[in-house]
């Protein structure tokens, strides 16, 4: 069982930034895809971001060149710096360990608005 904790999340004006972590418990962190995934009100979750573990990223076109996925295998933990957000990134913010059938966080609240 790999547990995954989210942070970070908020309140921010437009054009803003916030920084998520997500801490997981699993072994062999590094080996694993990691990915963020969001959802807004009344929407499926969707792909935001991920980490295939070998160094290769991949973005949703939405948000290409304003977020950025990160991890510290060290610390076990996976990042997403959101810069220059719009009130279309409001969303409950998941972390995902393992890919879709893999673990799920419990989720962070981003809201984006003025």
């Known amino acids: 069982q790999v547990q995954l904790v989210e942070s970070g999340g908020g309140l921010v004006q437009p054009g803003g930034s916030l920084r998520l972590s997500c801490v997981t418990s699993?072994?062999?962190?590094?080996?694993?895809?990691m990915a963020w995934y969001r959802q807004a009100p009344g929407k499926q979750r969707e792909f935001v971001a991920g980490d295939d573990g070998s160094g290769r990223t991949g973005y949703a076109d939405s948000v290409k060149g304003r977020f950025t996925i990160s991890r510290d295998n060290t610390k076990k933990t996976m990042f997403l710096q959101m810069n220059s957000l719009e009130p279309e990134d409001t969303a409950v913010y998941y972390c995902?360990?393992?890919?879709?059938?893999?673990?799920w966080g419990q989720g962070t609240q981003v809201t984006v608005s003025s």
């Open positions: 699993g072994a062999w962190f590094s080996l694993y895809n």
């Open positions: 995902n360990h393992g890919g879709t059938t893999g673990y």
